[in-house]
């Protein structure tokens, strides 16, 4: 069979986990293809301890994607181990992972570099730097910078639901409570009977009260710790999070992307951060988490690492540190769930929850500006050459 080269203009994306390939790359794609751009889109998928290894799962079945790469072959392609023929236009949107296999590939194939929505690292090798957030945008002193926002709230926007769609998930009454157990497998064994717990506890208190608990899309029941859920009717669900946001009351998170999505719905939300039990499985980088695989005495001193690093912040929620004042109320460290159940009756008896999101702060827009930028790289470029 001929295999026939596909010369369009690519966007090559490097990423490392699903939150970034979900809500980032495929509201952006969204876009792109409403837009009808005519580019075509490869995902890199790069190396990095903090994946989940589901992100393929994300992804597979999407046939407007031209290509992904899992991270062995992105390695051997940035390394130059693989030989890869690259169309005569692109460029290199890095939206996860470690930024050094973007620079390799700009290296290999010569595109510009853009970064999206992180640190500004090997910054004499990025070619437009794309903040995220405004205070990003004015803390680099960066000569090519835009200021774009979030693709989250775009994607926030971009999904509307029936009516009808949002009232099969809570099944008894109200209070609606829902339970964000995040996607990092590594916590389940702890968070999902610990969570059981608080459910337990909150009924007698709201006996008319509906629980349910949402798991990312890629995973399924085989990943859930066995459990007898039947007792509390406490369901679970898939790939239906942002429906349950919408119709939840009130949500009891671990922080991670799922807060800011609470955030642009504007719902009350409790983040709890339980190291007491769960620190030997926090993964961190560098020498921390070199330290911690040290037999005997290193998950001691990375428990110490971990509790001096959580005593130094003062929020660890992404809506409380972009609007440096509590808008979802935290509870870290040593987290009991008689706390959690004296902390969810406040908030659900608390008439006074509201906040305004700053349009010029959070722009809904971000996946539009970034397609405009895309095609005016690609062919307002052109046309000027002419």
């Known amino acids: ?34 837009s009808k751009l005519p580019i075509q889109i490869w995902i890199f998928l790069t190396p990095c301890q903090f994946s989940t290894g589901y992100e393929q799962k ?4 999407n046939h407007s994607i031209a290509k992904v790469f899992l991270p062995s072959e992105t390695k051997q392609i940035c390394w130059g181990k693989k030989p890869l023929p690259f169309p005569r236009q692109g460029l290199i949107l890095f939206l996860g992972g470690d930024i050094y296999n973007a620079v390799l590939l ?32 004015e803390q680099y002193q960066f000569p090519q910078k835009k200021f774009v926002g979030d693709l989250l709230y775009s994607y926030v926007i971009q999904k509307k639901y029936p009516t009808e769609q949002e009232n099969r998930f809570f099944c008894h009454g109200e209070p609606r409570i829902l339970f964000l157990p995040g996607s990092r497998l590594f916590a389940y064994d702890y968070l999902i009977p610990f969570y059981k717990k608080i459910a337990r506890l909150l009924l007698p208190i709201f006996p008319k009260s509906s629980s349910v608990v949402g798991f990312p899309e ?58 007491e039990a769960n620190s030997q499985n926090i993964p961190l980088t560098g020498i921390p988490e070199f330290i911690g695989k040290i037999p005997g005495i290193g998950p001691i001193i990375k428990k110490k690492i971990i509790y001096s690093m959580n005593s130094q912040k003062k929020w660890v929620s992404l809506p409380n540190i972009l609007m440096n004042r509590e808008i979802f109320p935290e509870l870290r460290g040593k987290v009991c769930p008689e706390d959690v159940v004296r902390k969810i009756e406040n908030m659900i008896h608390d008439s006074d929850f509201d906040y305004e999101i700053p349009e010029d702060e959070f722009p809904t827009t971000a996946d539009s500006v970034l397609t405009q930028l895309i095609q005016e790289n690609f062919y307002d470029k052109r046309e000027k050459s002419l």
């Open 1 to 34: 069979m001929k295999i026939i080269f596909d010369n369009r203009p690519v966007v090559m994306i490097t990423v490392n986990g699903p939150g970034e390939l979900y809500y980032w790359a495929l509201t952006l794609m969204n876009s792109i293809i409403a």
């Open 218 to 275: 890629h995973y399924s029941t085989k990943d859930v710790p066995a459990d007898d859920w039947g007792e509390l009717e406490m369901p679970f669900y898939f790939g239906v999070t942002s429906h349950l946001m919408n119709q939840a009351d009130v949500a009891i998170a671990i922080p991670g992307s799922s807060n800011l999505e609470l955030f642009y719905r504007k719902k009350k939300a409790l983040i709890i951060l339980p190291l």
């Open 106 to 137: 700009k290296k290999r194939s010569g595109y510009p570099l853009w970064v999206y929505g992180s640190h500004l690292r090997w910054p004499k090798y990025v070619d437009l730097y794309l903040a995220r957030f405004l205070r990003d945008y």
């Open 58 to 61: 994300v992804i597979q079945e």
